[in-house]
Nanobody, 121 residues
């Protein structure tokens, strides 16, 4: 089972990017899926999640700018990022199948390899 995140790149402040996470080896249509990020020199932090009932959850720092969505038929979860800021610069990871803790925690079984987002000022 693998998760692969892609769509990162370099964008100017105020711009947009769309990240996608695709799963291989199994479907995650009945699983919680989430996005996390880790900026240089900082700990990994929660960004957004899509719960079992398609409820969505966001970190306060991205609320109103980022949108998480999932396509169960394709087995993907996307993160639309608008109004990007330099402080959004980080490696973004997707995660799936919550096995412990809350959606905002790091208790997921599967993690993607990460995709780098760089926002220039």
């Amino acid at each position: 089972v693998q998760l692969q995140a892609f769509g990162g790149g370099l964008v100017q402040a105020g711009g947009s990017l769309r990240l996608s996470c695709a799963a291989s080896g199994r479907t995650f249509s009945n699983s919680n899926m989430a996005w996390f990020r880790q900026a240089p020199g900082k700990e990994r932090e929660f960004v957004a999640a899509s719960g079992l009932s398609a409820n969505t959850y966001y970190a306060d720092s991205v609320k109103g700018r980022f949108t998480v969505s999932r396509d169960n038929a394709k087995g993907t979860v996307d993160l639309q990022m608008n109004s990007l800021k330099p402080e959004d610069t980080a490696v973004y990871y997707c995660a799936a199948v919550l096995t412990r803790g809350t959606l905002r925690g790091d208790g997921y079984r599967y993690w993607g390899q990460g995709t780098l987002v760089t926002v220039s000022s």
